[in-house]
């Protein structure tokens, strides 16, 4: 005997599905739960959508995160209701944050089973508040044609939605009533050719709505008065923060050498590292602009950023300082300007801006930059900086994850993808992370700079990967490490590679940067937080191969051995706070002598 309920799942479910794929959509993470059955097993038995079982519904939804960051289009997620669904909060506020498309359906009661001391039952609504783009309460099952073209169409505006600038999560709610195991159904044999069409959905895979979305562009005219200001400055300066489009890179480049700006690359900006024109690239301004002197000396006349906050300290400050130049934004849809010193925040594709910019300056392919010094003295602090910090780092004997940082980037191959945790890991990368022409793509949690689910994300990431994005290498601290050991798992169920290198500190490293420092009774407790972890059984838990890397040398022989093999490979790299502190001083001390000398 079936019901009406469990054939309405079916064919409703099947629909939502049906089109979910259609949207474009090739990846869903499952949590198990009973609740969600009926949106669960469709999509199991669909035959394109790939299925990634997790046991962890916070470790799911930060994989499926770092799925989305990778491949750059949303990927589902679904988890049964209750705790299971307040389980993905950490990961929608990133995937909000950092703008990654996500689509989240939580499974839940029907109406008549809420606020009624039902099990597992908690109220869903808007579960995930602001941090959600669009939140649907689902209409119920039901097979009529009005009801299959409105789960069709949901799919299709749910993925459209989560990926339209700024992208970010869909949360949709799912009600269900028992039985939840759907059961085939067929249409009645009454039924038109356009009910019919609302049950199979339209001829040869075609969506049920198409959304289109275009780039945006400046006018003609803002582009034209924006090269003006930007041919008549004669201390130009681009900055590039954070930002996921690889592509970005050449026609950014080529604006700089167009009108001679140095061009600062944040590790995060897809900038530092590629095979686009280097020339204009300036990568060792946070030492150098830690410098008084360097830092006076270098003022710009106009700045033009693009991608999120930079990481780098010393370029917000010097950013702070140099305030009289006029500072345009430009970001598609986001206002990432925390120090309201902007002029101007133009909301258009950056791609599209630079290719109007370099348009309206009316510049041919190929223009070196025209020599007036400003550029070259940029270029001249850059190497002479880079000189003085990869000398010293070399001097040293005792470990220092400054130059752990160096050595995990010289360690990759020509092509990979470097995942790098908050917070010291990803500084360090910033101050000691040479860029070169390798295709090396950086990511990091940079939305809400949270230090759980990075490990998660990181496999999330490395599973989107492919040849073109080469091996993973995932850089994090111990206590993110701790944070989200859980998500290890994944490694093991879904046959990933990834290299881990652990740099361990015994504590929260970066609080010993900052003015707690000086707090001498409760600073420990409080902030440093030591927990004597060893990760080595962690390793052999979840089925890692596991060195415990002594120096410099040993680390760049567990990293080279871990992007070569397959699998999860785990590298441990102990260093100690208190002197961390004091090395990093130190590297800042011999590119102020070096500076002070040129
Ligand atoms: C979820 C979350 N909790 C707390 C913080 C605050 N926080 C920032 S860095 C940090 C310590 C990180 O320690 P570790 O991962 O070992 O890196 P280290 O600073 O030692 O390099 C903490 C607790 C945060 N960013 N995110
Ligand atoms: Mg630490």
Same mark, same amino acid.
Not at 456 to 473: F, I, N, Q
Not at 544 to 572: F, I, K, M, N, Q
């Given at each position: 005997m079936t019901s009406t309920a469990d054939r309405a799942a079916f064919a409703y479910i099947g629909a939502f599905v049906d089109e979910l794929a259609r949207a474009g959509v090739r990846h869903v993470c499952i949590a198990p739960g009973s609740r969600s059955t009926p949106l669960a097993l469709t999509i199991a038995r669909h035959p394109t959508l790939r299925t990634w079982m997790h046991l962890d519904e916070r470790s799911a939804a930060f994989f499926a995160l770092g799925m989305a960051r990778g491949l750059g289009?949303?990927?589902?997620?679904?988890?049964?209701?209750?705790?299971?669904?307040?389980?993905?909060?950490? =990961?929608?506020?990133? =995937?909000?944050?950092?703008?990654?498309?996500?689509?989240?359906?939580?499974?839940d009661r029907p109406p008549e089973l809420r606020d009624a001391g039902a099990a597992q039952t908690i109220d869903q609504q808007h579960l995930y508040g602001v941090h959600a783009k669009w939140f649907v309460e689902v209409a119920l099952p039901d097979t009529t044609p009005e009801l299959l073209r409105y789960a069709r169409t949901l799919a299709a505006r749910a993925a459209a939605v989560a990926e339209m600038a700024p992208s970010g999560p869909v949360h949709l709610n799912f009600p269900f009533r028992e039985p939840l195991v759907p059961v085939p159904v067929t249409p009645p044999d009454d039924a038109s050719a356009a009910d019919l069409l609302a049950w199979r959905g339209r001829p040869n895979g075609e969506p049920w709505v198409r959304v289109t979305t275009a780039p945006t562009r400046m006018s003609d005219g803002d582009a034209r008065r924006i090269a003006t200001q930007l041919g008549a400055a004669r201390r130009p300066l681009i900055v590039c923060g954070p930002q996921p489009d690889e592509a970005l890179a050449a026609p950014l480049a080529a604006l700089a050498l167009a009108i001679g700006a140095p061009l600062i690359a944040d590790p995060v900006s897809q900038l530092r590292w590629g095979t686009h024109d280097r020339r204009a690239l300036i990568d060792r301004y946070d030492a150098a602009?830690?410098?008084? !002197?360097?830092?006076?000396?270098?003022?710009?006349d106009f700045v033009l950023r693009v991608g999120g906050v930079t990481t780098s300290r010393p370029l917000m400050d010097f950013l702070r300082r140099h305030s009289s130049a006029p500072l345009v934004i430009v970001d598609a849809a986001r206002w990432p300007e925390p120090t309201h010193l902007a002029t101007e925040v133009v909301h258009a594709d950056p791609r599209e801006v630079c290719a109007q910019l370099l348009a309206a300056l009316g510049v041919p392919g190929e223009a070196p930059w025209s020599g007036d010094g400003w550029l070259d003295e940029w270029r001249r602090v850059n190497s002479l900086t880079a000189d003085a910090l990869d000398r010293h780092t070399a001097s040293l004997a005792e470990p220092f994850e400054g130059r752990s940082l160096a050595d995990v980037v010289a360690s990759l191959p020509s092509t990979a993808t470097?995942?790098?945790?908050?917070?010291?890991?990803?500084?360090?990368?910033?101050?000691?992370?040479?860029?070169?022409?390798?295709?090396?793509?950086?990511?990091?949690?940079?939305?809400?700079?949270?230090?759980?689910?990075?490990?998660?994300? =990181? @496999?999330?990431?490395?599973?989107?990967?492919?040849?073109?994005?080469?091996?993973?290498?995932?850089v994090i601290g111990d206590i993110a490490m701790y944070h989200d050991m859980n998500g290890l798992l994944a490694a093991k169920r879904h046959s990933l590679d990834m290299t881990v290198v652990v740099l361990n500190n015994d504590g929260g490293g970066i609080f010993s940067f900052l003015p707690q420092a000086a707090e001498r009774t409760h600073f420990e407790a409080l902030f440093g937080t030591p927990h004597g972890l060893d990760f080595a059984p962690v390793?052999?838990?979840?089925?890692?191969?596991?060195?415990?890397? =002594?120096?410099? +040398?040993? @680390?760049?022989? +567990?990293?080279?051995?871990?992007?070569? +093999? !397959?699998?999860?490979?785990?590298?441990?790299?102990?260093?100690?706070?208190?002197?961390?502190?004091?090395?990093?001083?130190?590297?800042?001390?011999?590119?102020? !002598?070096?500076?002070?000398?040129?």
């Open positions: 289009e949303p990927v589902a997620l679904l988890c049964t209701s209750g705790t299971a669904a307040a389980n993905f909060f950490p =990961a929608v506020v990133e =995937a909000r944050s950092a703008g990654v498309p996500l689509l989240v359906f939580t499974a602009l830690r410098h008084e !002197r360097t830092a006076a000396a270098l003022a710009p470097l995942f790098v945790s908050s917070s010291m890991p990803i500084r360090d990368l910033d101050a000691f992370g040479a860029g070169d022409a390798r295709r090396i793509r950086v990511l990091a949690n940079r939305g809400a700079n949270g230090i759980d689910g990075v490990v998660s994300t =990181a @496999l999330g990431a490395a599973a989107a990967g492919h040849a073109e994005t080469g091996p993973l290498v995932l390793a052999e838990m979840y089925g890692a191969r596991y060195v415990l890397a =002594a120096d410099s +040398g040993a @680390l760049r022989r +567990g990293v080279a051995a871990g992007v070569t +093999g !397959r699998g999860l490979h785990l590298v441990e790299f102990r260093t100690d706070r208190v002197r961390n502190v004091a090395l990093h001083r130190e590297a800042w001390s011999a590119v102020g !002598r070096a500076l002070d000398d040129a």
